[in-house]
């Protein structure tokens, strides 16, 4: 079973910068494709962003195009989401998904999740 562990949320003010991590301790991280979801309070999980398990092609929502940036470290079994130029209707709780095969980004087209970690942008 792969447990993946976000970290790097917290307070920040608006236009600051935030750096999220998601390790996972399996062997085959390099595998899975990645992503990351973020879910408001009152709304529903949405898309933010996700790299493909060969080649790292990123794919980004239209709400944090030019602002946030995906990446990943197989030798570290880790992904990371950099936020720059964060705005308050950033906020929310942001979660790490792994995917072992799938033809889209959806979120029900991930395995595994993790616990989610809280961003918080204020004004």
């Known amino acids: 079973q792969v447990q993946l562990d976000e970290s790097g949320g917290g307070l920040v003010q608006a236009g600051g910068s935030l750096r999220l991590s998601c390790a996972a301790p399996?062997?085959?991280?390099?595998?899975?494709?990645m992503g990351w979801f973020r879910q408001a309070p009152g709304k529903e999980r949405e898309f933010v962003t996700a790299i493909t398990r060969h080649d790292g092609d990123t794919y980004y929502a239209d709400s944090v195009k030019g602002r946030f940036t995906i990446s990943r470290d197989n030798a570290k079994n880790t992904v990371y989401l950099q936020m720059n130029t964060l705005k308050p209707e950033d906020t929310a709780v942001y979660y790490c998904?792994?995917?072992?095969?799938?033809?889209?980004?959806?979120?029900?087209?991930?395995?595994?999740w993790g616990q989610g970690t809280q961003v918080t942008v204020s004004s």
């Open positions: 998904a792994a995917q072992i095969s799938g033809s889209s980004w959806s979120v029900d087209e991930y395995d595994y």
């Open positions: 399996g062997r085959t991280f390099s595998s899975y494709a």
